[in-house]
């Protein structure tokens, strides 16, 4: 049964890279690749609901690794998205500022959730059984309020916060990506003024 799953899992990875190579601008590479990811998820869904796991170390694998590997994507790119339409015209201090601010709600996610990245990031299994089988709904577990509203054939307790951690590890990436730019650009025009001045001199 994983095997279709894996073959979805690979035509879109090579789409998303057909994206990348082909746009420049951020806010289409995140238009172009949620739609696609987005299309994804929708085949995906409907074949999961089709068909059953032959046992429950399959299912657990499906929810714990291969949907949030791609979930977290379609996360990714529609808070990359969010970020750069919002992000302001102004000065660099004032873009800058913003995409601290940014990163300071990723460091509060983190903060919240410290426990069960501690139990993803180390690999455990033993609450598996728990987070990643659909229909264990445990409310002691510390559970997302949209669980509530989540398709129960296609999503588990905590599925959607694996996606998180892993799509807040790419916004983390891309933030700091953003603010080393800028900080190359300060030193740059920095060091040119410098010179320049020191040539007047």
Not at 55 to 69: G, R, S, V, Y
Not at 123 to 138: A, E, Q, S, W
């Amino acid at each position: 049964m994983l095997a279709k799953v894996y073959d979805e899992k690979q035509s879109l990875e090579a789409k998303l890279k057909q994206i990348d190579s082909e746009e420049e601008v951020i806010l289409k590479k995140a238009e172009r690749s949620i739609y696609c990811i987005s299309n994804s998820l929708k085949r995906l869904k409907e074949y999961i609901r089709g068909n059953k796991f032959p046992n429950q170390k399959d299912e657990i694998l499906f929810f714990k690794e291969i949907k949030p590997a791609i979930y977290s994507k379609l996360i990714y790119y529609v808070k990359i998205f969010n970020i750069e339409s919002k992000r302001p015209n102004g000065t660099e201090k004032s873009q800058r500022k913003y995409l601290l601010n940014e990163l300071d709600k990723l460091e509060n996610f983190f903060s919240e959730n410290l426990e069960f990245y501690q139990y993803v990031r180390n690999n455990m299994t033993y609450l598996d059984d728990k987070y990643f089988v659909r229909g264990k709904l445990d409310i002691r577990l510390f559970m997302d309020t949209f669980i509530y509203d989540a398709d129960p054939e296609f999503s588990t307790s905590h599925d959607y916060k694996v996606s998180k951690i892993i799509a807040n590890d790419l916004l983390n990436i891309y933030l700091n990506t953003e603010l080393a730019v800028m900080e190359r650009k300060d030193y740059t025009s920095n060091k040119n003024f410098i010179i320049s001045k020191g040539k007047y001199t």
